[in-house]
């Protein structure tokens, strides 16, 4: 989700679906009503970084941009959601221990929804190592897919999860990574994808994977470790991501998507305390919430919608006088 200064409107745009099912997903709905959602939003940001990945730095120059694009962030998220939850549990009577918040949030072993930054930093690292090492390209690139993959499914099986700093989700990412920059390489030769039925039969095909996966085996949830089929998970994702590329390419994209996409990051890291804040603003209200009705169906968009709206300013706010925040200095 980190910015560049070269932007490029499709990716933007998909960014900014990708925070809105992100915001949408963290509404506590039953699962059948973001199961979809969940099968690609995070894939997508992935291989979104694969697309603008660039190896052309040196090592520490390289290791230097992309801390400070994401772990400084990472750092001042952990900050606010210190202070926001320690205040929202004061006033509301629950017991919050910030020490132990604080060290659960420097193991960052799937501690809350901010567990995709350090697996994004780790990630692009893995794979500047292996594009230094000429092991993305040719053949070699399927065979280190498969063994990324491998890795991957190993971890699942031998309850090797959940380690610090989400290194075990490290392979599934850099897989995900790599198919990105593949696909920067060779979509300049397809001429196929003006074809605006290609776009509606992956998302067909994609939700029709997805919905095997979540009724046969489980439904997807990398945060918990929840994959079903694993072929089908990456099947899934894979499909439907591109459909979303094909779909944003062949269309004239909203001024208002982009402005999400191009700070996605900043909506990622305090979406969740203005979720939080509507929340109990709703409970005050005395109307009922119980994540199946379409009642709670409409207040989660209600959710999102409102959201945007109030962390416009703040990033507006960020992006003009507070840059550093995001690692910009």
């Not at 205040?87 to 809350?112: K, N, P, W």
């Not at 697996?119 to 794979?127: A, G, K, P, R």
């Not at 290609?198 to 919905?211: N, P, Q």
């Amino acid at each position: 989700m980190a910015n560049s200064n070269m932007r490029i409107e499709w990716v933007d745009a998909a960014k900014g679906i990708g925070i809105l099912m992100v915001m949408f997903g963290h509404n506590w709905l039953d699962w059948k009503y973001c199961y979809y959602f969940y099968s690609f939003h995070m894939p997508l940001f992935f291989i979104l970084a694969g697309y603008t990945f660039s190896d052309r730095r040196a090592p520490f120059e390289f290791i230097k941009q992309k801390a400070k694009a994401l772990l400084i962030p990472y750092v001042l998220f952990v900050f606010c959601n210190l202070i926001f939850y320690g205040v929202l549990s004061h006033t509301h009577g629950g017991h919050y221990d910030i020490g132990a918040e604080a060290l659960a949030f420097l193991m960052q072993q799937r501690h809350t929804y901010l567990w995709f930054l350090p697996v994004l930093f780790l990630s692009e690292l893995c794979v500047y190592v292996l594009s230094r090492a000429k092991l993305t390209a040719n053949i070699k690139l399927g065979v280190i897919l498969l063994i990324l993959a491998l890795i991957h499914y190993l971890t699942i099986c031998t309850g090797c999860v959940n380690l610090i700093w989400n290194i075990d989700l490290v392979p599934m990412a850099s897989v995900y990574i790599i198919l990105g920059i593949l696909y920067k390489r060779v979509s300049v030769k397809w001429t196929f994808e003006n074809n605006k039925w290609i776009a509606g039969l992956l998302f067909c095909f994609s939700l029709l994977v997805s919905t095997i996966n979540f009724v046969v085996w489980d439904r997807v949830d990398i945060w918990g470790n929840s994959y079903g089929c694993l072929p089908l998970f990456y099947l899934g994702a894979i499909s439907a991501t591109y459909a979303t590329v094909l779909l944003l390419k062949q269309i004239s994209i909203p001024r208002m998507l982009i402005f999400l996409g191009v700070n996605s990051l900043l909506l990622y890291g305090l979406h969740r305390m203005a979720i939080e804040i509507f929340f109990i603003v709703w409970n005050k209200l005395g109307i009922p919430y119980d994540g199946i009705s379409c009642l709670s169906l409409c207040m989660a968009v209600c959710n999102v919608l409102l959201t945007c709206v109030l962390l416009y300013p703040v990033v507006s706010f960020i992006n003009r006088r507070c840059p550093w925040i995001l690692g910009k200095f």
